[in-house]
């Protein structure tokens, strides 16, 4: 039996009708199917101009109560969580659903004798081990806002997060396994809090065993931790418009930008979006292969598979480890039904080759998905042969950090699907296209800025400490609409194909950055005058970055490996080796328009490779440049 609430294309055309018409009462009904504590006096309020979006107006809810205490009655001793290591001869960990409430309980009985009361922010910076999964959800069942910080990025990316939420307790690990690495974590930390003087308390998960640093009075071990508490922890009532947690997120500003989802709306959201889109049924079995460290992760990992009462799998490692058959190996092992990964994996492990797939069945396969990136028609088609042996319908779902959950994806068997087309809008997300004038575009087979205009319930509410940025940075481009940064093609059937980025946010290998943020990196370097980076197409990644550096005089003679020697380790300092330029050229000037301003379009075709079309250069101050950029383009 399935456990979505649409079963067919016509059902999704009803649905859809009715979610528009009536949006109240379509995401009321949505809330009804979960429990709450006290149910709402408003379903929504909202605003997008000043902007204020609130849903179900004073209910109360805990997610956690959602995800594991409503199940314990029927499915108690159902597999709620399975956790496969980095490597495949350790024993894997399975959690039953009754076993994951005892777990979270104790979790969060720990937070609570560290000191960490409702309200408080906590940030995690840890490897995907089980304890990560179970810690947001301790966060969460006692009102602490979670931050999760992704293991790859460095101290100096730590810093500035843990200070922007003002945390006071850390959870980290001693050290991390990915593939044949053991990567310190608990130092970078340490490094971190150097900087962070709020931060009193960092419980640390031993999880490779190695030696590391234990402050006394500050640092604790929670298998220490652990022995001192109980698994009774009662939900805490939540209001639906309390934050359940921030994550950061890169825009078009040197800073990362706090994102704020709620309690009640997110929970509304991520439910029904993981219901609908993936059509599980109950002995199912999903896979998402995203990090916790992004929002995939909580979205699809944890809270929507949980709260959906589905098992879902959890992997430490890498795809390539110990050899790029390693994610067939595992969906062979638990016989996975439902796959979730990116186009970036999907290339990756493409370029291994056929001969990789072939030993293993992949027969327990049933569903696809794809997310973060634009898959494009090879990918699409290779992971539909190969993985799929085109008996499995592919979600290509399109949505952000902000957007909570999925906006634009087919349904699973129930809508079709289309190469490289995240398709149809879900029940309730009106988006629409505008043009460069700031109208809307009404007909079919038209190319826009995406922007959606009507709230949904997962939507971001402000980003932390600094509303205005929340408005300016969503509310202001298109007046009364939320603007995602992304362009997209609507065809002649009305659906959606995304196109990518259309602000300066770079996304490698699903990963965003923003190239200020990358180039303030670059430009701590003593060495470099000035930077500019731009995204161009990349085989594996999707997007690449390209560097274009200015060196001081006295750097005149470095050569370019020395150039990317320092360039690499300022990168790996500030933001983490995710963030690595991948072409790096020397340059004697950058192009600038009359206000000083870089023109990245230019630089964006030399990146591109397309020089026969760089556009007009006549308004730039210095035009003469371009052909010097052009010749020595790497
Ligand atoms: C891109 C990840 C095309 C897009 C969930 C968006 C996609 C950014 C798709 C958000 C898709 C995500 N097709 N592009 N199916 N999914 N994107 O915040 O540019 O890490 O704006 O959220 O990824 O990335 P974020």
Known sequence: MKTSDIHSFAEYEKTYQISIAQPEAFWAEQAEKLTWQKKWDKVLEWDFVEPNIQWFVNGKINITENCLDRHLDKKGDKVALIWEPNDPDEKCIQYTFKELHAEVGKMANVLKNNGVKKGDRV????????????SIMACARIGAPHSVVFAGFSSQALVGRVEDTKAKVVLTSDGAYRGTKTIPIKTVVDEAVLSCPLVDKIIVVQRTGEDVNMQPDRDVYLHDELKKVNAICPP?????????????????TGKPKGVVHTTGGYSVFVDYTFRNVFQMEEDDIYWCTADIGWVTGHSYLVYGPLIAGATTVMFEGVPTYPNSGRFWDVIDKYKITHFYTAPTAIRALMAAGEEIVKPYSLASLRVLGSVGEPINEEAWQWYNKNIGKEKCPIVDTWWQTETGGIMISSLAGVTPCFPTMAAYPLPGIQPVLMDKDGNEITDNEVEGYLCIKFPWPGMLRTTYGDHERFKKTYFS?????????????????GLYR???????????SGHRFGTAEIENAINQNIKIVESAVVGYPHDIKGQGIYAYVILTHDAENESIENVKTMINETIIKEIGHIAKPDKV?????????????????????IAENEISNVGDTSSLLNPQVVEDIIQGRV
């Open 236 to 252: 805490e009532a939540m209001d639906a418009e309390d934050a359940l947690f921030i994550l950061y997120t890169s825009g078009s």
């Open 123 to 134: 940030c995690l910076y840890m490897p995907m081990i089980p304890e990560l999964a179970i």
């Open 585 to 605: 050229q020397i340059v004697k000037d950058l192009p600038k328009t009359r206000s000083g301003k870089i023109m990245r379009r230019i630089l964006r075709k």
């Open 498 to 508: 995304i196109i990518g980025r259309v602000d300066d946010v770079i996304n490698v």
């Open 477 to 493: 481009a298109y007046k009364g609409k939320y603007f995602s940064g992304d362009g997209a093609r609507r065809d002649s059937r």
